[in-house]
């Protein structure tokens, strides 16, 4: 094959879908993680800052914020090892498929994957043992890791429901600092409420943040208002925001990969034998 022939051949087998996803699935996690960490440590500066004068009653907080840093840490490369495995059955499972619609032969890493994920045959072919390519090795390695599709796949729904949960608590900063820009707009807007000005607070310690002891633990009036105009609130509300959306394209691209590939294995387990 020429040159020009062999390069479309290998560009018609990219699992473009897959790429797609797992670039979103990376820019996800990286936003979460990064904004995340950024908008943790923004919130720890503004409760030492303006919600508490004494260190003992924030000292709890900033040990849950430094584990939850850690935890964004761990998760970080976990999830980004993870996608590249999405990614290698997204090859795999493209392939396949051009192997049963075209004429096209599957890559190294697919036959890897097809010879033990799908239990098809394991290095053994008509003329008897054959070596294995190191990089099919690999992916042997891979696919006895995962075992059957359906397990894989099942780890893959287990993870997205544990990242469901991820999701639903990076919601929670995100009303705690919308609240209080409203009712910072509401300050900067007396006509707007009928409530006095004085009486329009932020009280963190009505969200759990502070234990109830904790003095001030709560700013009113125009001095929170301030507080809403400061660049370190902005940038904070800005981060946790940010740090939401990833968490949404995160969920989305790993829910998409999945049922992609759940799909194209069982076509595969009801058609043509690997």
Known sequence: LGLLECCARCVIGAP????????LCFFGVALFCGC?????????????????????DYEYLIDVIHAFQYVIYGTASFFFLYGALLLAEGFYTTGAVRQIFGDYKTTICGKGLSATVTGGPKGRGARGPQRAHSLQRVCQCLGKWLGHPDKFVGITYVLTIIWLLVFACSAVPVYIYFNTWTTCQSIANPSKTSASIG?????????????WNAFPGKVCGSNL???????????TFHLFI?????????????????????????????????
């Not at 940010?242 to 058609?271: C, E, P, Q, S």
């Open 225 to 235: 208002l301030s507080i809403c105009k400061t660049s370190e609130f902005q940038m």
């Open 16 to 23: 473009f879908a897959s790429l797609v996803a797992t670039g």
């Open 36 to 56: 995340g960490h950024e908008a943790l440590t923004g919130t720890e500066q503004l409760i030492e800052t303006y919600f508490s004068k004494n260190y003992q």
């Open 242 to 274: 940010a740090a939401f959306v990833g968490a949404a394209a995160t969920r989305l691209t790993f829910m998409i990969a999945a049922t992609y590939n759940f799909a194209v294995l069982k076509l595969m387990g009801r058609g043509t034998k690997f």
């Open 199 to 211: 009486t329009l607070c932020a009280d963190a310690r009505m969200y759990g943040v502070l234990p």
